[in-house]
């Protein structure tokens, strides 16, 4: 059995880390990048020399060139969101030639109807939170997401990527399941036109036949790529506080987002990993629904939302913002096994007085717990025990390494290692891939 040499990168709080960012940069390191989890709910931006490209469904590594990119098993494919990100990459000047892309023929296929139910059932949801009860709605990026899901843990009615390739299959498939989903959707008082199955079979095998040769048996070629001595690097999409077993529930996506989700999303061995890199942003956000104990809806909420652009890559939504967990944080970096940490925004931090860490949670009963709850209920009780620290005044969006940061920055770098007990690889201060510090075996990597 091959081990190591291949990296995983996973997002510790609740998405938007700067995971793109890593994995781009992680690329020139490793042979094949490989998503995992998730679908079009993720928005991933990468910045090159000031150009900026936000990914759904592409792995990150499509900008490097030379590298294979591989959309696994685990990932749910909305075919006509992928066929455009293809056109829209290529458009700039990226070529995606068959063998630099592999998507899986096990992928399960995000449907029209599928993102249908996502809405419908959010707004049924919103509207019964509005007249008083408990509000179950998610805030969902309505991609279809969980409706997917569902269906691949359902069984008889989901439709996978290598079924687009035989219409007469589809087509089949289709009759038994738009007569079921036609009345689903009216029940969730959805005025739909008829769904026709023949008219959505032909249109998704064309759609298909467009990706065909892009799908294959991904297993497999992983299996081969590390036969051949290949370096993969995982990357996971949405993130830890969102994953629907170690997330906090009933507020997560539909699939395994931490690091867990790569043996059941990839088909490989979770033993090929020998390095996991934990991506913090400096700060907390949330976007969507569910408990965030640090949230600060004060000023400076405000302020971290609008230095850090807080709004969504996806849905363009503002991003709940707050202060850095790191109860949640430590928590995040045990279940996916981090063995080091990546800070990304520290460069929003720049110019408060003091900064805020959240070390333990206190309990309507008054204990105190430095554990965290990933159950939503209790966490929603949760108050956050705060440490303050000091902040630094001068903007460090040129540092370039350690040297340059103010020792304040250095200060809540450590702060952050010692408390999670991983150490600090890498330094984010702007999102252009030359503003990164590799953190050497010093200041900031402490344990
Ligand atoms: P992802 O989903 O984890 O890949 O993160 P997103 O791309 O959704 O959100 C992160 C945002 O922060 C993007 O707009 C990035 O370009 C930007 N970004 C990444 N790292 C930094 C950084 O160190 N500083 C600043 N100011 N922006 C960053
Ligand atoms: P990246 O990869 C931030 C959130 C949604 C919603 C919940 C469920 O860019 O970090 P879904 O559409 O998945 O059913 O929504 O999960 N969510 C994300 N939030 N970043 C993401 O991805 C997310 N993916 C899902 O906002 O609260
Ligand atoms: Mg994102």
Redesign the pocket.
């Known amino acids: 059995m091959h081990t190591g040499s291949s990296t995983a990168v996973v997002?510790l709080q609740w998405?938007?880390?700067?995971?793109?960012?890593i994995v781009d940069l992680l690329a020139a390191e490793h042979d094949v990048i490989v998503r995992y989890n998730g679908g079009a709910n993720?928005?991933?931006?990468?910045?090159i020399d000031g150009e900026?490209y936000?990914l759904h469904l592409l792995p990150s590594g499509i900008l490097s060139s030379e590298r294979t990119c591989v959309i696994g098993n685990g990932v749910v494919v909305d075919p006509r969101q992928l066929l455009s990100e293809i056109e829209s990459i290529e458009a700039r000047g990226i070529t995606i030639q068959p063998g630099r892309l592999l998507v899986s023929d096990r992928a399960h296929v995000v449907m029209p109807y599928h993102k249908e139910h996502d809405a419908a059932l959010e707004t049924v949801l919103a509207g019964a939170a509005d007249r008083g009860d408990e509000n179950l709605s998610i805030g969902t990026t309505k991609r279809g997401i969980g409706p997917t899901y569902a269906d691949k843990i359902h069984r008889s009615l989901a439709i996978r990527m290598g079924d687009l390739l035989d219409e007469a299959v589809l087509r089949r498939r289709l009759d038994i399941v738009c007569a079921i989903r036609q009345r689903e959707l009216e029940a969730l008082g959805v005025e739909v036109t008829p769904l026709d199955p023949a008219a959505l079979a032909a249109e998704y095998h064309t759609l298909g036949a467009r990706l065909r040769d892009f799908i294959t048996d991904t297993v497999y070629a992983l299996h081969d790529a590390l036969g051949e001595n290949k370096r993969l690097l995982f990357e996971g999409a949405n993130?830890c506080l969102l994953d629907i077993d170690h997330g906090t529930f009933p507020y997560v996506t539909s699939s395994n987002c931490s690091t867990l989700g790569i043996p059941p999303g990839t088909g490989l061995p979770g033993s090929v990993i020998d390095r996991t890199v934990g991506?913090v942003k400096a700060y907390g956000t949330r976007v969507g629904e569910g408990p965030f104990p640090t949230e600060d809806l004060g000023e400076d909420g405000a302020r971290i939302r609008e230095r850090?652009?807080e709004y969504?890559?996806t849905t363009g939504r503002p991003r709940r913002c707050g202060w850095l967990d790191l109860v949640a944080v430590r928590y995040s970096a045990m279940v996916c096994g981090c063995t080091s940490l990546a800070v990304?925004?520290?460069?929003?931090l720049s110019g408060f007085d003091e900064l805020k860490f959240c070390t333990a949670y206190r309990m309507p009963d008054g204990t105190v717990t430095d554990r965290f709850l990933p159950d939503a209920r209790r966490l929603a009780q949760a108050e956050p025990i705060w440490e303050t620290v000091p902040g630094w005044a001068d903007e460090i969006?040129s540092a370039v390494s350690a040297d340059d940061l103010p020792h304040q920055a250095l200060a809540y770098l450590d702060r952050i290692a010692a408390f999670v007990g991983c150490p600090i690889e890498i330094a984010?201060?702007?999102?252009d891939r030359k503003?990164t510090i590799r953190m050497a075996q010093s200041a900031g990597s402490r344990v």
């Open positions: 997002g998405g938007d880390e700067g995971k793109g960012k993720a928005g991933h931006t990468v910045v900026r936000a993130a991506i850090g652009h969504g890559t990304m925004l520290l460069d929003v969006d984010s201060v702007g999102p503003q």
